[in-house]
């Protein structure tokens, strides 16, 4: 296993698409953290309508925006592994290895990992802008450090064995990312029907730092009113169910 | 490894069966390939070549049938199996954002092995100097090469290769040919090669397994089957006295061109008949048929 998850290692530092998207990442969180931490200071009279974010709460919000990109681990694991069943590498690995359970395992980790440590860098740098500029003093304590980075690589594992999930069931790169796209928009949307919002994806991954403010938009954002320790337990069940039918899809069917 | 009339088979087919929906794509297909020989696995396309390496590697799970490689079930012990065999199925499954030594990094440790024969076996295949270039800038050739390198990464006793020589320029095919039969000769091997490029077998194989519709043509040495079926050429003055006296001592005789085909692998009894008439061959030597011949009578219902 440490030979596979090293070969997983170079595939991915190997190929330009996991760094072209820690660059988008990066681009989108830093826009963020400009507009709401720096641009109001900056510039107050263009910024009508943004207040100055304050400490320590700004540290929250930042990691809250942060961990909310979620396509990042569920594109990052559909392009690297559909880009292999696309061709024929895929069948070409599985004369190397038969143990598929042992591949998905693999990617599963490596993917998880690589994902969790761009979003815990996006997380450390907007928390680096907050901690400049934002107003007022404070800073979070340890046990909210480690539960927003915990937090963090529960969201990529859940997220990652879905892109897995969606490669297998799909088979091919393209149909893999439109479905991943279409969840993404579509499982937010459908989170705003309160039945469902309990159980999402989506939802319970926002709701994973702190209940949303029920109040915020007469609670209609996703996750909302969501207790964090309901929303771990549901955001587990969605990376199990992911990580089953990964399995499934990748050991069952012929490459 | 199985045993197959006292000949020890690296490979066992028994009664493979795989459909696609209503299309059969093997037809209860058995066969055997000796170890320790290059085998060219032919077939027409369509033959039920490729599924026939995918059942073999796991990549297919047929109907109903088993199969034995190197000794070991493959619906049982396909984890053991993969480890003793290199292969290419398909078009090679590389990495093209990769350079070729990245690609043998990854197959190497998907393996469960180091970097260690990596620039040995870059050098086996005549790849060193591009071994640091991205794959996305080789040619088909160096592709196919580099595949090969990745598939003997493991020293595996077998060797399947789908289609290997197939889009290689003639220099490539003949240094390919060349390791292939390198790996045969010298280091004891297996190698199957499958093909439609009957010119190709020809000049490499030494043993045949011909397939059509997904089911078995033909097994044998080569030269069993070009051997003419048991077919003697004569080339004798007087050719229709010949046959007339070859006819009445029972060997069924066709002419053509003044040559008669006998239909026996006796020349001596051939060479008797006629002496005892008084006509004296000129030539007599067995009906060698192209293996383009045999191959279509072969294949063609």
Do not use: C
């Given at each position: 296993m440490k030979l596979l998850i090293q070969a997983e290692l170079v595939k991915l530092f190997r190929r330009k698409a996991y760094l072209l998207m820690v660059v988008i990442l990066a681009g989108l969180v830093g826009m963020t953290a400009f507009f709401v931490v720096l641009f109001p200071r900056i510039a107050p009279d263009l910024a009508e309508g943004l207040s100055p974010i304050s400490k320590p709460d700004g540290y929250l919000f930042g990691a809250q925006q942060v961990i909310g990109q979620t396509w990042f681990p569920l594109i990052l694991a559909v392009m690297m592994l559909g880009t292999e069943m696309s061709g024929t590498f895929w069948a070409t690995t599985l004369t190397r290895e038969a143990r598929r359970l042992r591949h998905v395992t693999a990617r599963l980790l490596v993917l998880s990992a690589a994902s969790w440590a761009a979003i815990a860098a996006a997380i450390i740098g907007f928390s680096v802008v907050v901690a400049v500029g934002a107003v007022g003093e404070g800073v979070l304590s340890g046990t909210q450090w480690v539960r927003i980075f915990g937090s963090a690589l529960l969201i990529q594992v859940a997220w990652v064995a879905l892109g897995l999930g969606l490669v297998g069931l799909f088979r091919s790169i393209g149909p893999a990312i439109g479905a991943a796209l279409a969840f993404s928009f579509g499982e937010a949307l459908l989170g705003l029907w309160r039945p469902y919002g309990n159980v999402s994806l989506t939802g319970n991954s926002s709701a994973l730092l702190g209940a949303v403010d029920p109040d915020v938009f007469g609670g209609m954002l996703p996750g909302a009113g969501i207790p964090a320790e309901r929303a771990a337990v549901v955001v587990g069940m969605w990376a199990v169910a992911a990580l089953a039918l990964a399995w499934w899809t990748l050991a069952r069917r012929d490459p | 490894m199985g045993e197959g009339g006292g000949v020890t088979a690296a490979v066992v087919a028994r009664d493979l069966r795989k459909t696609y929906g209503k299309t059969v794509a093997l037809?209860?297909?058995?066969?055997?390939?000796?170890?320790?020989?290059?085998?060219?696995?032919?077939?027409?396309?369509?033959?039920?070549?490729?599924?026939?390496?995918?059942?073999?590697?796991?990549?297919?799970?047929?109907?109903?049938?088993?199969?034995?490689?190197?000794?070991?079930?493959?619906?049982?012990?396909?984890?053991?199996?993969?480890?003793?065999?290199?292969?290419?199925?398909?078009?090679?499954?590389?990495?093209?954002?990769?350079?070729?030594?990245?690609?043998?990094?990854?197959?190497?440790?998907?393996?469960?092995?180091?970097?260690?024969?990596?620039?040995?076996?870059?050098?086996?295949?005549?790849?060193?100097?591009?071994?640091?270039?991205?794959?996305?800038?080789?040619?088909?050739?160096?592709?196919?090469?580099?595949?090969?390198?990745?598939?003997?990464?493991?020293?595996?006793?077998?060797?399947?290769?789908?289609?290997?020589?197939?889009?290689?320029?003639?220099?490539?095919?003949?240094?390919?040919?060349?390791?292939?039969?390198?790996?045969?000769?010298?280091?004891?091997?297996?190698?199957?090669?499958?093909?439609?490029?009957?010119?190709?077998?020809?000049?490499?194989?030494?043993?045949?397994?011909?397939?059509?519709?997904?089911?078995?043509?033909?097994?044998?040495?080569?030269?069993?089957?070009?051997?003419?079926?048991?077919?003697?050429?004569?080339?004798?003055?007087?050719?229709?006295?010949?046959?007339?006296?070859?006819?009445?001592?029972?060997?069924?005789?066709?002419?053509?061109?003044?040559?008669?085909?006998?239909?026996?692998?006796?020349?001596?009894?051939?060479?008797?008949?006629?002496?005892?008439?008084?006509?004296?061959?000129?030539?007599?030597?067995?009906?060698?048929?192209?293996?383009e011949t045999v191959f279509l009578e072969l294949t063609s219902t």
């Amino acid at each position: 296993m440490k030979l596979l998850i090293q070969a997983e290692l170079v595939k991915l530092f190997r190929r330009k698409a996991y760094l072209l998207m820690v660059v988008i990442l990066a681009g989108l969180v830093g826009m963020t953290a400009f507009f709401v931490v720096l641009f109001p200071r900056i510039a107050p009279d263009l910024a009508e309508g943004l207040s100055p974010i304050s400490k320590p709460d700004g540290y929250l919000f930042g990691a809250q925006q942060v961990i909310g990109q979620t396509w990042f681990p569920l594109i990052l694991a559909v392009m690297m592994l559909g880009t292999e069943m696309s061709g024929t590498f895929w069948a070409t690995t599985l004369t190397r290895e038969a143990r598929r359970l042992r591949h998905v395992t693999a990617r599963l980790l490596v993917l998880s990992a690589a994902s969790w440590a761009a979003i815990a860098a996006a997380i450390i740098g907007f928390s680096v802008v907050v901690a400049v500029g934002a107003v007022g003093e404070g800073v979070l304590s340890g046990t909210q450090w480690v539960r927003i980075f915990g937090s963090a690589l529960l969201i990529q594992v859940a997220w990652v064995a879905l892109g897995l999930g969606l490669v297998g069931l799909f088979r091919s790169i393209g149909p893999a990312i439109g479905a991943a796209l279409a969840f993404s928009f579509g499982e937010a949307l459908l989170g705003l029907w309160r039945p469902y919002g309990n159980v999402s994806l989506t939802g319970n991954s926002s709701a994973l730092l702190g209940a949303v403010d029920p109040d915020v938009f007469g609670g209609m954002l996703p996750g909302a009113g969501i207790p964090a320790e309901r929303a771990a337990v549901v955001v587990g069940m969605w990376a199990v169910a992911a990580l089953a039918l990964a399995w499934w899809t990748l050991a069952r069917r012929d490459p | 490894m199985g045993e197959g009339g006292g000949v020890t088979a690296a490979v066992v087919a028994r009664d493979l069966r795989k459909t696609y929906g209503k299309t059969v794509a093997l037809d209860d297909l058995s066969f055997e390939i000796p170890a320790g020989s290059l085998t060219g696995f032919l077939g027409p396309n369509g033959a039920g070549k490729t599924t026939t390496f995918r059942a073999l590697l796991g990549l297919t799970r047929v109907d109903a049938g088993h199969a034995e490689v190197l000794g070991m079930a493959v619906d049982s012990e396909l984890a053991r199996i993969v480890k003793k065999v290199g292969a290419i199925v398909d078009e090679p499954g590389l990495l093209r954002p990769l350079t070729g030594r990245q690609n043998l990094v990854v197959a190497a440790h998907t393996l469960g092995f180091g970097h260690e024969r990596i620039d040995e076996l870059a050098e086996f295949v005549e790849l060193t100097d591009d071994l640091d270039r991205l794959v996305a800038g080789y040619s088909k050739g160096m592709r196919q090469r580099l595949a090969l390198a990745a598939a003997l990464l493991g020293s595996p006793e077998l060797l399947l290769l789908d289609e290997p020589l197939d889009g290689l320029d003639p220099a490539g095919q003949q240094t390919f040919k060349r390791r292939l039969r390198q790996l045969v000769d010298e280091e004891g091997r297996t190698v199957v090669i499958s093909s439609h490029n009957l010119n190709d077998v020809q000049a490499l194989a030494d043993h045949i397994v011909v397939v059509a519709k997904g089911s078995l043509r033909f097994q044998g040495r080569l030269s069993e089957l070009l051997d003419g079926g048991g077919a003697m050429r004569v080339t004798v003055e007087q050719p229709e006295t010949a046959a007339e006296q070859l006819r009445s001592a029972g060997f069924t005789v066709s002419e053509s061109d003044g040559v008669l085909l006998v239909s026996t692998d006796d020349g001596r009894l051939v060479s008797k008949t006629l002496a005892e008439a008084g006509l004296y061959p000129s030539a007599l030597v067995p009906a060698a048929q192209s293996l383009e011949t045999v191959f279509l009578e072969l294949t063609s219902t």
